[in-house]
Each structure stands twice: as C-alpha cells, then as structure tokens.
C-alpha cells in the first residue's frame, strides 16, 4: 500500500465512450502525476500537477483531459479513444516538484485501460 | 533526449544474487531511481542515488558511477517474492522522470 489509490482498477470502453479515471492521495503530497504505461516500453509522463494547477503537459492528445480539484485528488477524463490508447495508466504523487530525496514520486497501482 | 538502457529480462535462482545493469545518456543529472513493479501493482519505491557509491537497504544495495552514466541493483539472498519488474529512472534537472523499459526478473526455486 503506497497510499495512493486508483479506480478503478480495470475499464473496458469503446471509441465513442466517455469514462473518467480517478486517483486519490493520502500522504499529503502537493504534486500528482499521470503516465502511461504501455507493454515494453518506458512510463511516458503526460501531465503534472503542482497545487492544483497544471505544470506539465506533455503533448498528450486532447482525447485526455486531466482534472485537479483540489491536492488529493486527480481525474483523467476520457473520451473519443483509439484501440492504441490501451495501457495502464499510472497516478503518482510527491510532495512537491522538488529535486531532492524528499521529492521521490510515488505510484498507485493503475488503470488497465483496454479500447475496444 | 533520454536514453534509459536496461536489460530486458534475467533468469536465477532462489538464495541467488543477481545485478540489474541500468546505462544512461541524459544532458543533466539530479539522481537517479530504482523502484520494484509487481505484475498489476504499483511501481513501488526501492532506492535512491544522488552521489557516487553504493547505498545499502536490507537485501537490495544500489549503485552508481555518475562519471560512467552507469547504475547497478543488487538483489541478495533472492526469494520468490523478488521475481518482478525493477524500473530504472533518472531525474535530470528538474522533477522529470526519464524511465527505462524495466528489467523483467524470474526468479526459479
């Protein structure tokens, strides 16, 4: 347990569904992030939050949309997705974006996302 | 850009040591991770490295040569606990995380 959840676990959508992940934080971090993780490859970052506003986006397509409501919590909303967005997508927190030891990102366990 | 480079998977035995080789080209430097990724779980944190050395925790020791771009994860004693995805990433200079593609390990009885 990292203290960090994710819901849910699993989601199976179509091209034309909407859905949204949620992710949730109890270790009182002011950072939160959202990656991608696709088989084989390395975790891509897509967007970063620092005290609910957002730092970093990192040329993610616009079928994403990230949501920041307030520290602990962070959406990603979905919509319109291909067959290739499917991966599992990572929620990770830190205390703040800062380059120290203290600043390590922690993960919760993921969405496995699957676009029929 | 980031090049992450680790092996792709490693086989051995229970009561084994194995290394993790992880290579890295990046244009800064601010440290450099090792986390744990059980099959469907979280990555998990395992160590951290900012200076040349060796840092020890219990069974997992990480090392790393900043002048050679190089890291290592030494996983003793293994147990088939251990049998997982380690995850090798280098923060360069800000809170970016550049990630290798993980190192597969098998742990056999």
């Known amino acids: 347990e990292t203290g960090v959840t994710q819901t849910p676990r699993h989601l199976v959508m179509g091209m034309t569904n909407k859905k949204s992940l949620k992710c949730e934080q109890h270790?009182?971090?002011?950072?939160m992030y959202w990656y991608k993780q696709s088989a084989k490859k390395p975790l891509e970052l897509m967007f970063v939050y620092s005290l609910e506003e957002r730092v970093e986006n990192n040329s993610v397509p616009s079928r994403f949309s990230p949501e920041c409501p307030n520290s602990s919590h962070l959406f990603l909303h979905l919509h319109t997705l291909q067959p290739e967005d499917s991966a599992l997508y990572l929620c990770?927190?830190?205390?703040?974006?800062?380059?120290?030891?203290?600043?390590?990102?922690?993960f919760g366990p993921g969405t496995r996302l699957t676009v029929l | 850009g980031q090049n992450i480079d680790q092996p792709t998977e490693m086989t051995a035995t229970e009561g084994a040591i194995v290394q993790i080789n992880c290579t890295y080209q990046?244009?800064?430097?601010?440290?450099l991770f090792w986390y744990q990724q059980h099959a469907g779980e979280a990555p998990t944190f395992l160590s951290y490295?900012?200076?040349?050395g060796l840092e020890e925790k219990g069974r997992f020791s990480s090392f790393l040569s900043r002048s050679k771009g190089y890291s290592y994860l030494l996983l003793k004693e293994l147990q088939m606990k251990d049998s997982a995805s380690y995850l090798c990433a280098v923060r360069e200079h800000d809170y970016k995380l550049s990630f290798g593609a993980g190192t597969t390990v098998t742990v056999r009885a």
């Open positions: 490295n900012v200076l040349d």
């Open positions: 990770a927190s830190s205390q703040d974006l800062g380059r120290g030891a203290g600043d390590t990102q922690y």
């Open positions: 990046t244009s800064g430097f601010n440290g």
């Open positions: 270790l009182g971090h002011n950072a």
